[in-house]
């Protein structure tokens, strides 16, 4: 029974060396190879066998096993920032596009609202001149008709055929509103025959209301 007990310690003992033995095997070869360090621990062993332990940094292929992973998260974010470059340089150049063309559209309307107002000012000085010889014309007719007639002829003769037309218009005009007779036919029939048949030629091709709406049209079209 003794005999028995001594010979299992013996086993056990055997068995734990065994274990031992492997297991200082396998720290030696995974050292070896490169996968773990343990080179403090076994340098002498190394130096004893003769052997040169695997470093991590080379193979056969002189090429690294392990990539530096910094290195390369550093690489992706540097390739990430250029991309961001170049999209927030695209969006700039796309800003600056826009902003010029905005400030042409800003610069055609602006040249359009000079030139409007430029219109508009031409279009009420033309009102305004027009305004001016409305009121000229009609104090003329009431100058004329307060003369003695041959001097209101005299007077008629000087001018221009249109002003003479246009106050004989306006002087037929005045009397149909009061109701009075009017001095045009006395006043051509005191004209010389040629002078008289040319203002009268003048005003039937072209009556007046023909004249205004001609008027008209050309105010209009100054105002465009």
């Known amino acids: 029974m003794a005999s028995y007990k001594r010979r299992n310690v013996g086993k056990t003992i055997l068995l734990l060396f065994l274990i031992l033995i492997l297991i200082l095997g396998g720290l030696l070869w995974f050292d070896y190879l490169g996968l773990i360090t343990t080179k403090q621990l076994f340098s002498p062993v190394y ?57 042409q559209i800003a610069q055609e309307l602006e040249d359009r609202r000079i030139s409007q107002e430029e219109r508009e000012k031409t279009f009420n000085n033309t009102v305004k001149k027009y305004d001016d010889r409305e009121v000229n014309i009609v104090q003329n007719v009431q100058n004329l008709t307060g003369m003695q007639p041959q001097n209101a002829v005299d007077i008629l003769v000087a001018m221009d055929d249109q002003d003479v037309i246009d106050i004989l218009r306006k002087a037929d005009e005045i009397a149909a509103e009061e109701g009075s007779a009017s001095m045009v036919a006395y006043w051509l029939s005191l004209m010389p025959a040629d002078r008289a048949a040319q203002i009268q030629r003048k005003m039937l091709s072209k009556p007046s209301s023909l004249e205004a709406v001609s008027d008209i049209t050309d105010t209009q079209e100054l105002a465009q």
Do not use: C, H
């Not at 390369?72 to 700039?92: F, P, S, V, W």
């Open 47 to 103: 130096r004893l066998l003769g052997l040169e332990p695997q470093s991590s940094v080379t193979v056969t292929s002189g090429v690294s096993i392990f990539s530096d992973i910094d290195e390369d998260r550093y690489a992706k974010r540097l390739e990430a920032l250029n991309i961001r470059t170049q999209e927030l340089d695209k969006r700039e150049q796309d800003i600056l596009l826009a902003e010029q063309k905005n400030n």
